[in-house]
């Protein structure tokens, strides 16, 4: 049973506009969320970042909103740009268990020119 | 520049035979981990390890185990390897502040076909 979900695989988006990926979550132990951002034949890099403490947290373009008790996360790029075209995975850890961090499936964003 | 290098970017293997996956990072990391990624199943976490000779099992450890040796090198072994182990693997590090709050670092993968 997954833990942390992605239920679109993908997602296309024209330039200039925003992108909303969606992620969902079971555990109510998690207390911190990351995004990961993939291209193809490359390892994940970091992206941005939420701690539980929190429910919105910015960087240049990268939103992410968290709903603790709708167990929600999002994450808006505005405006998008081709180059965000990437497999994008949304993660997350519990405090309790060491620095232990379960993924979401992905979802695939493709940004139109 | 935090760099974690894995030692194959493709592998090709028999069924049965016993697989090495190497991985070293330079940023002096506590925590390593193994993960592999299938489409529509995300990264799934393997093994990790908190500090040398320290270990973990992940959500998928059955037919892998690991050796962490040194602090900077993370291996996985495949005992023997079969076709459904035929996947894309990461292995990624982080600092151990043991409060769940690092970014992890990864390596570029390591596609192995076993055939």
């Known amino acids: 049973d997954q833990q942390v979900k992605q239920n679109s695989p993908s997602l296309s988006v024209q330039e200039g506009r925003i992108s909303i990926l969606n992620c969902d979550y079971t555990?109510?132990?998690?207390?911190?969320f990351l995004w990961y951002k993939k291209y193809p034949a490359e390892g994940p890099t970091f992206l941005i970042s939420?701690?539980?403490?929190?429910d919105k947290n910015e960087d240049g373009r990268f939103t992410v909103f968290l709903n603790k008790s709708a167990k929600h996360l999002s994450l808006h790029i505005v405006p998008s740009q081709p180059g965000d075209s990437a497999v994008y995975f949304c993660?997350?850890?519990?405090?309790?268990?060491?620095?232990?961090?379960?993924f979401g499936p992905g979802t695939s964003l493709s940004v139109i020119p | 520049d935090v760099k974690v290098t894995q030692s194959s970017r493709y592998l090709v293997k028999r069924t049965g035979e016993k697989v090495f996956l190497e991985c070293v990072q330079d940023?002096?990391?506590?925590?390593m981990f193994w993960y592999r990624q299938d489409p529509g199943l995300g990264l799934r976490l393997i093994y990790f390890?908190?500090?040398?000779?320290?270990?973990e099992k992940g959500d998928i450890p059955e037919g892998y185990s690991v050796s962490r040796e040194k602090k900077e090198r993370f291996s996985l072994i495949l005992e023997s390897a079969s076709t459904n182990q035929t996947s894309m693997y990461l292995c990624?590090?982080?600092f151990g502040t043991g409060e769940g709050h690092t970014e992890a670092f990864f390596g570029q993968g390591t596609r192995l076909t076993v055939v």
């Open positions: 993660a997350a850890s519990a405090m309790t268990s060491y620095d232990k961090v379960i």
């Open positions: 555990n109510s132990m998690f207390d911190y």
């Open positions: 990624a590090s982080s």
């Open positions: 939420i701690s539980s403490i929190k």
């Open positions: 940023m002096d990391h506590e925590n």
């Open positions: 390890s908190y500090d040398v000779k320290m270990k």
